[in-house]
């Protein structure tokens, strides 16, 4: 028979011998070449260290695909679609790696156009021979078909892949003769997001490699997932070197199963090549992980996963997979391949890694049983795939531009490749059930332009007939998506706390709700509480907090309130004194009517100390320091007045007493000296004057007045500051003087401790928080006033009182005689 004979023909060329490059191939000579890149193995021994390949992993699936390209020729020879062209192949095992598929591709190419044709001047190119493989079919994994993309594009050979999804190959402008018979991977990731929203999702891990497909794909799965708002417990990319057996890619498994471990994932993505989740899912069998999975169509049907022992350990498993239709034929061609024929691949297959356990079979029957009990493998060799090679070698020799206008229907599947070589093709939805063995089966598909489907009649079945565990759970997702978690990870909490997402995970915790926030209960959200707030000690409630400001009965103010009122009485007392005595010495040496005007400011300075007791307003606020430094100014004024009054009297130097003369006209200089002081306030008042304010603390709301503009007080106090330095200057030249009064020793010790006070008051002031703050100012006020009353004015009234023998004129020129006699100096008696 023909196919036997067809099968031994073909099988003699492609056999487990490497060819003179090395590479493990199969040919058959052709008018016309059809090139093929399979990764019959998907390891090698490469490390960082130079030295030979070799490859490892048999991979019976790629075989199989092989195996469909092979068919499809013969099939179109028999046929002779293309009259007096007979077709060949030129098939190389690429091993999955990048060095080994340019290699081949190179092999492929040899010997015809030149891949640096592109060089040349255009007169030239004419001259160069037609490349004589028209087509390139491969690779599988998207990191080498980029590889291989990038070389066949120098020679206009179309490089149609089966299994490449990356996003980057749809390119044009870098990868202009690649098309595919399958999705890209934008596709693939918007389905897997699709799944987890269709079922409820709230938290998922991602598991990329670090190639082309398995770190876009990764990124792609992230963009839809934060569109979607769920959360990525934690992204890991594999290292290149996972797949190898060495202390580094240990180390890595062992990270990333704590990771797994500790996580609160609802289900875990791994967007990488078979080879890296065949380490994780032994992994997960081992330490009974049972976790929900959603594979990538790189493994989704995988015979070798799917069959380890104790995959159920490693809980359920959904996947997509581009949709597949059954190759007509081809597995009565697979189930005859064994007849008559030594086939040295698959005897090395059946012989380390066989499937039946009946180890007396013939290697037909082993054939037949690798075709009847593989699930769903004869599917999986697309007859997309097929067609497609059908389409395109009935096409002219200018294949790329045919290929890119291709547009066919095959069982009611439309297929086209779109701008970016891609075809219009959907996903279907596979989930596989544990029982005695693992049987994958298509739950629902998703097509790129209608989402996800899954048919009602397969939900009935699986919510009332199921035969396991895992399929009742799954009906029960599906029937009820909104109310079914695996690991959810929400808790109940206390009044008080709030579910946060902690240590950059997706669980949500129980954490205490900060100060001055509040939670009624059930993990509901932190709220602030408001303005005149605080939350409780347990924080499950905000209570108002309470004003702090000084009040009457605080036991500082009644002290400060004692002092102002004491002084209040002894300047209406010392009023009623001098009023009395208004025409004796004493009063006239103090400076005559002036010292009414220097009681007056005092008993205003004291009257100020109630302006600082309870909420203050903002018209309390005005009046407090402003007003304190206008009076307090017209009362060192009246001092200096009465300074330049005593210094002029007893000046006998001319040439000084002229000017001092000059100055000694007390209206002007208390009109002038107080009447800048008055300004710099009215000016402060005006523009920007001192107001109420609420500083907010924990607990309390502390009303006190803010100073508005903080120069304007500076300079208030400094100019205070200034005249009360120029009188104690004057003072204390006066003190040579014969002043029966100490007037000006006096004045001077007054003056020196109104400096004391302020220079005091300014840091305390400053480091001072609280209500009594503003006490420190009532206090520096009175003791500034009471300074001017008792070393000033108290004195006086004594005499007044208790001496009075010495307030009279006589006693005055007696002690003045005296003094200058003392000193050597006549002194004339004038008589009036």
Known sequence: MFLPWFFVSIMSVFHSCSGENGLL????????????????????????????????????????????????????????????FTIGYDIYDTCGDVSLAIRATLELLRNQSDPQCCLLPAKDQSALPEPKVKVVIGERYSEVSIAVARIVALSSVAQISYASTSEQLSKKLKFPTFLRTISSDEHQTKAIAELVRQFNWKSVAIVGSDDEYGKYGSDRLEYNFQNMKICIEFIEILPGYFSHNSSESHKCLTDLLDKIINSSAEAIILFTKTSNVELIMKAAITHRLNRTWIASDTWSTSSGISAMQGIKLAGQVFGFISKRNE????????????????????????????????????????????????????????????????????????????????????????????????????????????????????????????????????????????ESFNEYYVALILFCPSKVTVYNCSKTCEPGQELRLQHKGCCRECAPCASGEFSPGNGTKCERCGEGQYSSPKKNECWNKS??????????????????????????????????????????????????????????????????????????????????????????????????????????????????????????????????????????????????????????????????????????????????????????????????????????????????????????????????????????????????????????????????????????????????????????????
């Open 25 to 84: 191939r199969a040919y058959s000579n052709g008018d016309i070449i059809i090139g093929g890149l399979f990764p019959l193995h998907s390891k090698t021994n490469r490390t960082t260290t130079p030295g030979p390949l070799s490859c490892s992993a048999y991979d019976f699936q790629n075989f199989l695909r092989s195996q469909v390209m092979i068919y499809a020729i013969r099939e179109i020879n028999q046929l002779k679609v293309l009259p007096n």
């Open 327 to 466: 190759v007509p034929g081809f597995k009565d061609y697979v189930i005859s391949m064994g007849n008559g024929s030594s086939n040295t691949i698959l005897q090395d297959y059946l012989n380390h890694r066989a499937i039946c356990s009946n180890q007396s079979e013939t290697e037909n029957s082993s054939i037949t049983c690798i075709a009847n009990r593989q699930p769903g493998w004869v599917q999986a060799m697309s007859a997309l795939k097929l067609l497609t090679i059908y389409f395109c070698l009935c096409l002219s020799p200018q294949l790329l531009m045919a290929v890119k206008k291709a547009n066919f229907t095959v069982n009611t599947t439309h297929i086209f490749f779109d701008a970016n070589g891609d075809p219009s093709i959907g996903y279907d939805i596979v989930y596989w059930s544990m029982n005695n063995s693992t049987d994958i089966k298509t739950i629902g598909e998703y097509w790129p332009n209608g989402g996800i489907k899954i048919p009602h009649y397969l939900i009935s079945s699986f919510f009332y007939f199921p």
């Open 547 to 832: 004003d702090e400001f000084l009040g009457w009965t605080d036991p500082f103010i009644i002290f400060l309130c004692v002092l102002g009122v004491s002084g209040i009485i002894i300047s209406i007392v010392f009023a009623i004194l001098f009023l009395i005595y208004h025409s004796t010495p004493i009063v006239k040496a103090v400076g005559g009517y002036l010292c009414f005007l220097e009681l007056f400011s005092l008993l205003a300075c004291f009257c100020l100390t109630f302006s600082f007791v309870g909420i203050p307003t903002n018209l309390s606020c005005m009046v407090g320091l402003p007003l304190f430094g206008m009076v307090f100014s017209l009362c060192i004024s009246c001092i200096l007045a009465n300074l330049l009054q005593i210094l002029v009297g007893f000046s006998f130097d001319l040439r000084i007493g002229s000017w001092m003369k000059k100055l000694n006209q007390p209206v002007a200089v208390v009109t002038i000296v107080s009447g800048i002081q008055l300004i710099l306030c009215v000016l402060w008042l005006y523009y920007c004057p001192p107001f109420l304010h609420k500083q907010m603390f924990e607990k309390t709301i502390l009303y006190q007045c803010n100073k508005g503009c903080t120069g304007y007080f500076i300079a208030m106090l400094t100019y205070n500051a200034f005249l009360a330095l120029i009188c104690f200057l004057f003072a204390f030249k006066g003190k040579q003087l014969p002043d029966l009064y100490k007037n000006a020793s006096l004045i001077t010790t007054s003056m020196l401790l109104f400096l004391i006070v302020w220079i005091l008051f300014i840091p305390i002031y400053i480091n001072l928080i609280g209500k009594y703050k503003i006490a420190i100012e009532s206090a520096a006020i009175l003791i500034s006033s009471y300074s001017i009353l008792g070393f000033h004015l108290a004195p006086k009234c004594y005499i007044m009182v208790f001496r009075k023998e010495i307030n009279n004129e006589n006693a005055i020129t007696e002690y003045i005689r005296k003094h200058y006699e003392q000193r050597g100096m006549a002194v004339i008696a004038i008589c009036n």
